[in-house]
C-alpha cells in the first residue's frame, strides 16, 4: 500500500517563502508521476504542478508559475514544492499525490491513484 505523507506546512506572511515536502513509502517512487494540489475553504480542488518520473517534465498552474517549483530526489522517496512570494490567495491545504499513469491529463486529480492526508499553509498580510 502507497502511503504519502505531506509535511513543511504552516504560517508565512506574504512575499514569504515555504517548501512542503511528500515522503512516498510501500510502492516504487521513481515510476510515479507526482503532483500537488490545493483546497482553499469552500473551493474546489485545484491544480498545482505536476513532476514525470525522472523529474525531466515538470508542469505549473498558471496562477503559482514563477513563484512556486516541483521538484523530485527519487533516492530520497520525496517530492518537493518551494513556493516564493506567497500571497494570501495560497492560503489552502496542499496535497500530495502519486500514480503510475503518465498519460491523459496530468492536471487532473482524477488521474492519481495515491494522495496524501495534506497540510496547511496559511498566508497573512
Known amino acids: 500500500q502507497v502511503q504519502l505523507v505531506e509535511s513543511g506546512g504552516g504560517l508565512a506572511q506574504a512575499g514569504g517563502s515555504l517548501r512542503l515536502s511528500c515522503a512516498a513509502s510501500?510502492?516504487?517512487?521513481?515510476?510515479?508521476?507526482m503532483a500537488w494540489f490545493r483546497q482553499a475553504p469552500e473551493k474546489e480542488r485545484e491544480f498545482v504542478a505536476y513532476?514525470?518520473?525522472?523529474?525531466?517534465?515538470?508542469n505549473v498552474a498558471d496562477s503559482v508559475k514563477g513563484r512556486f517549483t516541483i521538484s523530485r530526489d527519487n533516492a530520497k522517496n520525496t517530492v518537493y514544492l518551494q513556493m516564493n512570494s506567497l500571497k494570501p490567495e495560497d492560503t489552502a491545504v496542499y496535497y500530495c499525490?502519486?500514480?503510475?499513469?503518465?498519460?491523459?491529463?496530468?492536471?487532473?486529480?482524477?488521474?492519481?491513484?495515491?494522495w496524501g492526508q495534506g497540510t496547511q499553509v496559511t498566508v497573512s498580510l
Open positions: 499525490a502519486g500514480g503510475p499513469r503518465n498519460w491523459g491529463d496530468l492536471r487532473k486529480g482524477s488521474t492519481y491513484d495515491y
Open positions: 510501500g510502492g516504487t517512487f521513481s515510476t510515479y508521476v
Open positions: 513532476i514525470g518520473r525522472s523529474g525531466g517534465s515538470t
